[in-house]
Nanobody
Framework: QVQLVESGGGSVQAGDSLRLSCAASGRTFSIYALGWFRQAPGKEREFVAAITWSGGSTTYADSVKGRFTISLDNAKNTVNLQMDTLKPGDTAVYYC??????????????????WGQGTRVTVSS
């Protein structure tokens, strides 16, 4: 089992930046990829970005492509999500999740086994 702890959320203005971090501990050797998802009030959870644990591959949702960057710090077992040019529509609770399958980067939450508790991001206009 892997434990995931998100940090870095907060309240910002539109156009600002935030960097979220997800620290992984436990059986990290079993991780194939880490993904970021978000859930806005009253909406379903949606995929944001994912990266292989090797750091070699990434994928993004169209809604964040060009604004968000996912990266890996292997030394710290941490995955970061740099969020630039934030919009009110980015307001949500952001979760990281671990994928153990090794079948390619997945955008479905059903492919991920362990989840963090989430960190809240609020973007005001």
């Amino acid at each position: 089992q892997v434990q995931l702890v998100e940090s870095g959320g907060g309240s910002v203005q539109a156009g600002d930046s935030l960097r979220l971090s997800c620290a992984a501990s436990g059986r990290t050797f079993s991780i194939y990829a880490l993904g970021w998802f978000r859930q806005a009030p009253g909406k379903e959870r949606e995929f944001v970005a994912a990266i292989t644990w090797s750091g070699g591959s990434t994928t993004y949702a169209d809604s964040v492509k060009g604004r968000f960057t996912i990266s890996l710090d292997n030394a710290k077992n941490t995955v970061n999500l740099q969020m630039d040019t934030l919009k009110p529509g980015d307001t949500a609770v952001y979760y990281c999740a671990a994928d153990y399958r090794g079948l390619g980067l997945a955008q479905s939450g059903r492919s991920y086994g362990d989840w963090g508790q989430g960190t809240r991001v609020t973007v005001s206009s």
